[in-house]
């Protein structure tokens, strides 16, 4: 490898960058480096003396760029999210970025040339001594030093042996490939979940002519007879476990073993309730869910939804590649890759029945994390685990948002464990797991794994005037907020849970003389007799100036009911 130092702005270069870099690109054949930076330009580098060829100005700050591999061409990313092509940025006179170097000896000759120009000290093109320096290998990685001269060793290609580049400078985010969750790798064992989840698993023993599938549950009474074991002959290596039944699918394995999907009942009262289809040649299964009333697959460009009965609903086209599919009851989830290049996960969700679109929008996952799980809480909210923080999406909350939930790092007690996140429950408050020794270690079939049950916390900062016992009852609030947000219609257990807890904190703002805090609180109260508590609070405790304000919010409540009241009798008497 040979190193790139790419000038800073404090080198002076009038054609390079004035900015911090946002990323690096060697061309196919070695000869030249394009690079962007938050000054929004994209600039071209010789590599042979190190000097700027050409340059042009974006309308945003380009995140990413690409060689074409054949072409004369730089595929651009803002951003914004808009995708451009700078076509020619190489000059025509000069070799093609794609063409192999006609003669090693004059890149080397040239590139020597250039050592002699840098050692004459600081020019226009130059780098001045001591100046900061950018080095790029041959895969683009950059690392920065404030040495005037680093040759070999730890200091010396960024990429190799030296310091990891930091990831605010890497170009985009690695395209995760298609998982299912649930399932653990095949590796060198025998036996492999297919599927594990809250309510059962479904496992795998590979044989020597077939395979068994086996489908089991962790609650044994809840259901009256065991579910028989399954001979496979298709190499089932997808599978997801519904309310009802399993739905298992094969990969294509050559010609004339194309890939299978399976429905299988739990229980059945007609013959013929087992049902299988299979894929043309060249679609094959990429990931299954099951749902209530429905079973789904994708494939590499389509969105498959079945009856259970086996007759297709529906088909969709993907507006990228699958990552992972999910289902709960009435709705399927699908996560799916928009763009290779960004590798920006997104999300739809469907109700299937209706037929309608539910919620869409981008995943969020951890800085340097890969989506691990996808699933729905018990309570059927959608939920997405990448090793390192769990999080929801709430429709209702800030027009549609991802709440965390938990955090590995706040739940770890051995920097080597991880969680493998089977479920959660945030009505109960509480997320399923299995913990494993480390990242790469997944749950063995037998013996069976134990699940772990931990707290759900999101991750709230406190007041400082508050003690442990205030920040106890914020957790709570977080909860009932949510729990409001999904049931905004009439009056439920979560209005009065939310009110009650409100109401603790109103008390403990008054004995801390936070009176502002207190009628923020009261503000929040959903029912008017709460609201009456709060005010026999603030009178109790000689806080006139808190009494009049939180007597205002009553009175106000009281003519917004007193008008809603008046207008449903004007509709009655009118009908």
Not at 167 to 172: E, H, I
Not at 417 to 443: M, N, Q, W
């Amino acid at each position: 490898e040979e190193e790139f130092v790419l000038p800073s702005s404090a080198d002076g270069e009038k054609e390079g960058h004035r900015a911090a870099c946002t990323c690096v690109e060697i061309s196919p054949n070695g000869l030249y480096a394009a690079s962007a930076a938050l000054d929004r330009r994209v600039v071209v580098w010789r590599l042979s003396d190190q000097k700027p060829i050409a340059s042009r100005s974006a309308d945003s700050v380009v995140c990413n760029l690409r060689w074409h591999p054949t072409d004369n061409a730089l595929c651009l990313t803002d951003d914004e999210g808009s995708i451009s092509t700078w076509e020619g940025p190489v000059a025509s006179d000069m070799p093609h970025p794609a063409a192999v170097a006609a003669e090693e000896g004059e890149e080397e000759g040239a590139a020597a040339e250039g050592g002699r120009e840098d050692s004459q000290g600081p020019s226009e093109g130059g780098l001045g001594g001591g100046a900061k320096r950018r080095k790029v290998s041959r895969l683009g990685k950059i690392a920065e030093s404030d040495s005037e001269e680093e040759e070999g060793g730890e200091g010396g290609i960024a990429g190799a042996t030296g310091p990891t580049p930091p990831a605010a400078l890497a170009p985009s985010r690695r395209a995760q490939p298609c998982f299912q969750p649930g399932a653990t790798p095949a590796g060198n064992s025998t036996r492999r979940f297919l599927a594990y989840n809250t309510a059962g698993c479904v496992s795998t023993l590979r044989g020597p002519d077939y395979n068994s599938v086996e489908v089991s549950f962790h609650d044994v009474s809840a259901r009256n007879s065991r579910i028989p074991t399954l001979t496979d002959y298709f190499g089932f290596e997808l599978g997801a476990l519904g309310p009802s039944g399993t739905i298992l699918a094969s990969r294509a394995r050559g010609a004339g073993k194309p890939s299978v999907v399976m429905y299988r009942p739990f229980e059945s009262w007609a013959a013929g309730s087992e049902w299988t289809s299979t894929f043309p040649e060249g679609e094959e299964a990429k990931c299954v869910a099951c749902g209530s009333s429905f079973a789904a697959c994708a494939t590499e460009g389509y969105l498959r939804v079945f009856s259970l009965a086996g007759s297709p609903v529906a088909v969709i086209s993907l507006a990228g590649r699958c990552v992972a599919l999910a289902a709960s009851g009435s709705h399927l989830a699908v996560a799916y890759v928009e763009d290779d290049l960004t590798g920006q996960i997104r999300f739809q969700q469907y109700d299937v029945p209706s037929g309608s679109l539910v919620a869409s929008g981008p995943m969020c996952l951890s800085r340097e994390s890969e989506l691990e799980w996808l699933g729905f809480s018990d309570d059927g909210v959608l939920a997405s685990w990448d090793g390192e923080t769990l999080r929801g999406y709430f429709p209702e909350s800030f027009g549609g948002s991802w709440v965390p939930l938990f955090t590995a790092s706040a739940a770890r007690k051995a920097e080597t464990e991880h969680h493998y996140v089977i479920g959660l429950d945030i009505s109960a408050r509480e997320v399923f797991c299995v913990i494993t020794r480390s990242k790469a270690h997944f749950p063995q079939v037998y013996p069976r794994p134990i699940i772990t049950t931990l707290p759900l916390l999101v991750p709230v900062v406190r007041n400082d005037a508050e003690d442990d016992n205030a920040a106890a009852m914020h957790q709570g609030l977080m909860f009932h907020r949510l729990d409001r947000q999904s049931n905004a219609v009439g009056i439920t257990q979560a209005d009065v849970e939310m009110d009650k807890t409100l109401l603790r904190l109103i008390q403990g703002c008054i004995r801390g003389d936070r009176l502002e805090a207190a009628l923020s609180y009261a503000s929040e109260l959903n029912l008017q007799r709460s609201l009456q508590g709060a005010l026999k609070l603030a009178v109790g405790s000689k806080k006139r100036n808190l009494g009049e304000r939180i007597s205002a919010l009553l009175n106000n409540r009281e003519s917004v009911v007193q008008a809603v009241n008046m207008e449903k009798e004007n509709n009655a008497n009118a009908n």
